[in-house]
């Protein structure tokens, strides 16, 4: 990712902690082979894939941009 986009996904990620729902994150659940999975937005193109391992524990597995999902 570029460099802008890194420091974003930071902000975002601080975001995500406080509140893993704010609507600024677009939160949704993914589907198809993602299923149980969840993605939040960086910005228009790139996205952070995770998973709710338990109510208080999340896993982040990937980010990136649309390529990320396939």
């Given amino acids: 990712m570029p460099a802008k986009v890194k420091i974003l996904a930071e ?18 659940k993914l589907k198809g082979p993602l299923t149980g999975f969840w993605s939040f937005s960086i910005d228009q193109k790139y ?20 390529d990320v999902y396939g």
């Fill in 47 to 66: 996205r952070i894939i995770f998973d709710f391992v338990e109510a208080d524990t999340v896993r982040f597995y990937s980010a990136g941009d649309h």
């Fill in 11 to 28: 902000k975002r990620e601080k975001i995500f902690r406080g509140d893993p729902f704010d609507p600024r994150l677009k939160i949704h």
